[in-house]
């Protein structure tokens, strides 16, 4: 509590997002419409934050009265330095992107793996323990979607990634989390030969606008019983998800992941479940114009 800045009949709430750059972001429009829709009297502006500036933009959130904000890159990382708490998770996974001002006391969590998970389990998979899951790149995405994935007890997870010590580090790191092993491009033909696989998850940008004809991985590895994600929503349906649909494959976008690590940020802030029709619907039409 302590956010002078709440409530109907008191000042708005103030949101925003610090990014560089920041111009293309969805999140305002996201949560302006879920601000309406729960009819809370608040505002969610962009911040442009240049990396020099983040340390004094950080302190504006509590000279100004922000109830909190979204930190998007490049400065998720950085943002831990100055900021009082952070939450567990987000201090595993290493990156900070939603900061709550209680009573002036920052405090940083990381729901880009929580809101991804919520995504998949809404939209295409509602039980992931017992699963098989096989996890394609690990880099920043992937940390927080791997360690959110682990709290739901899958059976195991594969890392696969194009450096694959890089890959081997977070195995080794997280092993105490749950069965977690790695393994090479290279080798992808023989693991999906041995291994039986539930869910394959997409984490780099390998099929993004505008490069949209590459694949993360071939698709002629894929069997009619995956579910096949990525974590890319621009375009909604990529080579990876169009390959694997014509296979016979369950898909699942990235457009959930955006929606719900903006429901956890919005829920956090304001105490409040997220309304989270309205802000799909939001997000789609933006990218469909
Ligand atoms: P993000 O924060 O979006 O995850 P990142 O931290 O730069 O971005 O990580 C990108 C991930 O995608 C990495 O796993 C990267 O593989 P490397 O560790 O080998 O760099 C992977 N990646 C990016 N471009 C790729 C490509 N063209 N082919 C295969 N993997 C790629």
């Not at 990396?51 to 990382?77: F, Q, S």
């Not at 996974?93 to 880009?112: E, F, K, P, R």
């Not at 919520?118 to 899951?133: I, Q």
């Amino acid at each position: 509590m302590g956010n002078e800045r709440k409530g109907p009949g008191e000042l708005p709430m103030l949101l925003g997002v610090m990014g560089d750059p920041i111009s293309q972001t969805k999140s305002p429009a996201m949560h302006n419409a879920a601000l309406q829709a729960v009819g809370m009297a608040g505002t969610y502006v962009p911040l442009h934050v240049r990396k020099e500036r983040l340390e004094d933009a950080i302190r504006g959130i509590v000279a100004l009265g922000y109830r909190g904000v979204n930190v998007t890159v490049p400065h998720k990382v950085d943002v831990m330095s100055y900021v009082d708490v952070i939450d567990e998770a987000a201090k595993e996974i290493g990156a900070v992107n939603t900061i709550v001002n209680d009573g002036g006391i920052l405090t940083g969590y990381n729901t880009d793996g929580i809101g991804y998970i919520r995504s998949l389990k809404e939209e295409a998979v509602p039980d992931l323990s017992g699963k098989h899951v096989l996890v394609v790149g690990c880099g920043g995405a992937a940390r927080g979607i791997v360690y959110a994935l682990l709290q739901e007890k899958p059976a195991s997870v594969i890392i696969v990634n194009r450096t694959v010590q890089k890959a081997q580090e977070l195995a080794d790191e997280w092993a105490h989390l749950g069965t977690i092993r790695c393994c090479g491009m290279e080798e992808l033909a023989q693991v999906f030969q041995n291994q039986h696989i539930d869910i394959v998850i997409n984490t780099t940008s390998v099929g993004m606008y505008p490069k949209m004809d590459e694949l993360p991985i071939s698709a002629e590895l894929l069997l009619p019983h995956m579910v096949v994600s990525d974590l890319i929503y621009n375009p909604l349906k990529t080579e990876l998800l169009s390959r694997a649909e014509s296979i016979g494959c369950r898909i699942h976008n990235g457009l959930g992941m955006f929606v719900y690590q903006g429901a956890y940020a919005f829920e956090y802030w304001t105490g409040r479940p997220a309304p989270i029709e309205a802000m799909r619907t939001v997000v789609l039409n933006s990218l469909q114009v």
